[in-house]
């Protein structure tokens, strides 16, 4: 039975989107879901547990990680995306390439979740502006993955002139911007102040949390990534 994107677009109630790291090194389960068959046990307990959305990535993108060759993220990414839509699982990839976001979506997938915000892959965007029976979350994020654009990640990103509730939505809806430019439909879009992301403190992110009224009145669905973030832990 297809599911119907648009109600998940415009739910009145707060969706909950279960985490599946397939990867070695994310900060909190790295290793723990490689092998196929654990990751699918853990995106089927997850919506046991009620999970209205699985998050499958299999690159982390946590300080100082580094890039997984695209070969073995689009391996990784299909095999549990294979495993769970068959479960009936909305699934949402964490992606930052095109030939991933494409391979996904034309494997079962519908939610394309971009922590660069289209800003890392250009043609990205382009990919969702093809699948417009797909949803796309936009990210706030400065700094890129580790040999993404260079050695390291630009050495200071969280230096916010304007205050970081500003800025943060200020740059957040040019990348809004950007994305609709390149076709992607404005009913497809969701979006993200990415929580931890170039924002390393409580002095960052706590501003941002009390602040959404500001990103709800944009008109777009409100993604809120604060599991397992370090400024969480320091309260």
């Known amino acids: 039975m297809a599911i119907d994107m648009k109600a998940i677009h415009d739910s009145q109630r707060t969706l909950v989107m279960g985490v599946l790291n397939i990867t070695e090194d994310s900060f909190s389960d790295g290793g723990l879901w490689l092998a196929p068959e654990a990751a699918k046990a853990h995106g089927e ?25 695209e070969a073995d993220e689009k391996a990784r990414v ?25 391979a996904a979506l034309e494997h079962g997938a519908q939610i394309i979740n971009d922590v660069s ?8 965007p382009h990919v969702v ?43 957040l809806m040019r990348q809004v911007d950007a994305v609709l430019e390149a076709g992607v439909q404005a009913e497809q879009v969701i979006i993200d102040s990415g929580l931890g992301f170039s924002k390393p403190g409580v002095e960052h992110n706590l501003p941002i949390l009390a602040a959404l009224d500001r990103f709800n009145a944009a008109g777009y669905p409100v993604l809120i990534g604060a599991s397992r973030k370090r400024f969480v832990g320091s309260l």
């Open 45 to 69: 307990a997850m919506m046991k547990a009620g999970a209205d959305i699985i998050d499958i990535g299999a690159e982390s993108t946590r300080p100082g990680a580094k890039r997984v060759s």
């Open 129 to 171: 502006a093809d699948h417009s029976d797909c949803l796309y979350i936009v990210q706030h994020w400065r700094g890129w993955l580790a040999g993404a654009a260079g050695n390291v990640p630009d050495a200071d990103t969280s230096r916010y002139e304007h205050g970081v509730v500003n800025d943060v939505y200020d740059e």
């Open 117 to 124: 915000g289209g800003q890392l892959d250009r043609e990205l």
């Open 78 to 102: 299909l095999g549990a995306v294979d495993a769970l839509i068959p479960e009936g699982a909305v699934l949402s990839i964490d992606t930052t390439r095109a030939s991933v976001a494409l």
